[in-house]
């Protein structure tokens, strides 16, 4: 019976020490927690104080549409000064882009008539 009381008293004194082991640990791991928090903050701010002097940019479909438009019409400029090769390039690199689908089937045409021309 004594055995076995030293045992238990042994297991509940290897217990103690695990639990203050892992009470330290995890002190640490809050006073770390603190210091990362802290530091994001401070990045925060200035992420925050940079973006404020900076210009924001706008994505705009509308310029991109109207670029490709602009291409367009250059495409068909190079198809009427007869630069079919040049011509033949840009309405594939319009096809590549993306193209709207009305502007799409014209290139297709284009591409047509600068093959059967070259």
């Known amino acids: 019976m004594v055995d076995k009381v030293n045992e238990l008293e042994s ?20 006073v770390e927690n603190k210091d990362i928090s802290q530091q994001l903050n401070e990045l925060r701010m200035k992420l925050f104080a940079s973006n404020a002097n900076a210009q ?11 670029s490709l438009r602009d291409e367009y019409s250059e495409g ?3 198809f009427n000064q007869r630069k079919y090769e040049d011509a033949l390039e840009t309405f594939g690199s319009l096809l590549d882009k993306g193209i709207e689908e009305s ?16």
């Not at 297991?11 to 809050?30: D, G, Y």
């Not at 502007?103 to 070259?118: Q, S």
């Open 11 to 30: 297991k509940e004194s290897l217990a103690i020490n695990r639990q203050k082991e892992l009470e330290q640990n995890v002190a640490a791991l809050q």
């Open 56 to 66: 924001p940019t706008v994505f705009s479909p509308a310029s991109i549409i109207s």
């Open 76 to 78: 068909v400029s190079l």
């Open 103 to 118: 502007l799409a089937d014209n290139c297709e045409y284009w591409m047509g008539e600068c093959r059967l021309l070259t």
